[in-house]
């Protein structure tokens, strides 16, 4: 079936260092694929999407390209910040219907200052 | 201010004893989904609704119950059936009326053990 992998957690980097969190996806057909963040305490916020092979979504400095050829949708920042800190899920959504979303384990991002 | 509350933010059960949480939305949302967060695991699907008195089972649906007499509000029931119910829950909603994957979360209920 359907299922995406994210690299595990957690992952620790000092403020203004480089990010990368991994996720592969594994789908039948061409699946949107999302980053969504969840900060401590709250519920998760769709952070960027990407619809179609090549699509970049972008948000808040945060970029992820949608490979179809690596099967991949990594997320990166060019410099993060203590406020960055919280986990982040790498989901795919086959059906265009929010009911079909498919999660990934999450991933835990702590920033030390 | 527009938004999903759900409460309690913490909530105990005793062996034996159903509970509920509340889920109430005001974005005017026609779907509304119920998931479970386990420590190191992907958020799975419980129930969702897409219009008000329907309902489906997710992935996950045994010993939990759900209603959608409002648009605004789709309580779940944790019956005593379900045996392990320590979790994190979070509720969701989307608009049902164009192709969107979007969904709005609530900031989750902590449901532990006694």
């Known amino acids: 079936g359907d299922s995406v992998t994210q690299m595990e957690g957690p992952v620790t980097l000092s403020e203004e260092a480089f990010l990368t969190i991994n996720c592969t996806y594994t789908a039948t057909g061409y699946p949107s694929l999302f980053w969504y963040v969840q900060y401590p305490g709250e519920g998760l916020q769709l952070l960027l999407k990407?619809?179609?092979?090549?699509d970049k979504g972008s948000n808040k400095g945060f970029e992820a390209t949608y490979r179809k050829e690596t099967t991949s949708f990594h997320l990166e920042k060019g410099s993060v910040q203590v406020s960055d800190s919280a986990v982040y899920f790498c989901?795919?959504?086959?059906?265009?219907?929010?009911?079909?979303?498919?999660f990934g384990s999450g991933t835990r991002l702590s920033i030390r200052p | 201010d527009g938004g999903i509350t759900q409460s309690p933010k913490y909530l105990f059960r005793k062996e034996g004893q159903n509970v509920t949480l509340s889920c109430e939305q005001n974005l005017n949302h026609d779907a509304m989904y119920w998931y479970r967060q386990d420590p190191g695991q992907g958020l799975r699907l419980i129930y969702y609704?897409?219009?008000?008195?329907?309902?489906q089972k997710g992935d996950i649906a045994e010993g939990y119950s759900v209603s959608r007499e409002k648009k605004e509000s789709f309580p779940l029931t944790v019956t005593s059936a379900q045996k392990n119910p320590t979790a994190f829950y979070l509720c969701?909603?989307?608009?049902?009326?164009?192709?969107?994957?979007?969904?709005?979360f609530g900031s989750g209920t902590q449901l532990s053990v006694l």
């Open positions: 969701a909603s989307s608009p049902f009326t164009e192709p969107n994957e979007k969904l709005f």
């Open positions: 989901a795919l959504s086959m059906y265009s219907s929010a009911s079909k979303i498919i």
């Open positions: 990407a619809t179609k092979a090549d």
């Open positions: 609704s897409q219009i008000v008195n329907d309902f």
